[in-house]
């Protein structure tokens, strides 16, 4: 039987009152799932932290000791029990250690999707479908008007370009995704990297993702145009506004951000409309619960056919 109230939201973020978990608090909480490592999803000071062991070492990287006072990792696709809610993680497909959370209840099956993609990404581990009674997803681009490019194109655009190149990226699994993607797909470019990624990247390597040939930033570098690609954090892509003799772009799946698309690579690591629909397709829930986004889109189009509703 699937029960009405069990996840909901509160000041701290989405509840489970049958297994007294959060899942991705917003606050620091007593027992906190954390999907994947991303800032929005994991924060500091939590007292117990359940998560997959690549999602705590990018946490103990940013947060050192406050990553949580006890830390219990799991592998994926093995069961472990939280006040009597069996929780399993299943890849996500977003960045290394991203994680749905399948939760086991009183025979029903609920599975929070986290963020997740799937387009491919040599840089972390596939998606997995599994069936579930309540897929509860983030609608982010639950519009059937968002689909986004294919990254090898949106990657290739590089080649044409012959100047150096300034790229703004997400420090945490954006960046990674592109050194890769560079590598394979406009290999003649020299990569250099901002200091503050290449922590980062230390870690990718180490849990066998290999990226690829690419270097740390140094001053002496890039007085020359050599084709160079410097990968850099948005605060400091917002830095070189006036950089002369450089193409700047910015990575980014916010197709709607942004005002100029000669000075953009779309590149999403969310799931678009199809992909939302693939997902609910292969996991054949009997209800869709939303979150993070629009869900009333995803209402209209299941009318009668799955039961939606909008946790937020
Ligand atoms: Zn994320
Ligand atoms: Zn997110």
């Not at 109230?5 to 959060?22: E, K």
């Not at 930033?217 to 007085?223: D, F, N, S």
């Not at 995803?298 to 056919?305: E, P, T, V």
């Amino acid at each position: 039987m699937i029960l009405d109230d069990f996840l909901s939201f509160d000041a701290n973020g989405l509840y489970c009152r049958y297994g007294d978990f959060y899942l991705d608090p917003k606050q620091p909480v007593a027992k906190a799932v954390i999907t994947h490592a991303h800032a929005d999803h994991a924060v500091s000071g939590n007292t117990n932290v359940y998560a997959t062991t690549a999602t705590i070492a990018f946490m103990q990287l940013r947060y050192g000791k406050s990553a949580g006072k006890v830390i219990y990792t799991a592998d994926y696709n093995a069961p472990f029990e939280l006040g009597g809610v069996q929780i399993t993680f299943i890849p996500a497909g977003h960045m290394p250690g991203s994680a749905q959370v399948l939760m086991e209840y009183k025979r029903a099956r609920y599975l929070y999707t986290g963020d997740y993609k799937l387009q491919p990404d040599s840089t972390c581990e596939p998606m997995q479908f599994v069936k579930a009674d309540v897929l509860i997803t983030e609608s982010t681009f639950a519009e059937p008007n968002t689909a986004h490019p294919d990254p090898v194109e949106e990657i290739k655009k590089l080649n044409d370009i012959k100047v150096n190149i300034l790229l703004g990226a997400y420090s945490l699994g954006k960046s990674q995704r592109l050194i890769r993607m560079i590598n394979d797909y406009a290999p003649q470019k020299k990569i250099l990297v901002h200091h503050r990624i290449m922590p980062i990247n230390a870690i990718y390597e180490k849990m066998g993702f290999a990226l690829g040939k690419h270097q740390m930033y140094g001053r002496k570098l890039m007085k020359t145009q050599e084709e160079w690609v410097y990968i850099v954090p948005p605060f400091t892509f917002d830095s070189y506004l006036r950089a002369t003799g450089v193409k700047r772009l910015f990575a980014s799946g916010w197709k709607n951000l942004q005002v100029n698309a000669q000075d953009t690579l779309f590149i999403s690591d969310h799931a678009d409309w199809a992909d939302i629909l693939h997902t609910i397709e292969q996991t054949q829930p009997k209800q869709v619960w939303t979150l993070h986004g629009e869900g009333k889109h995803l209402r209209d189009h299941f009318k009668n056919d799955i039961f939606v509703k909008l946790l937020n």
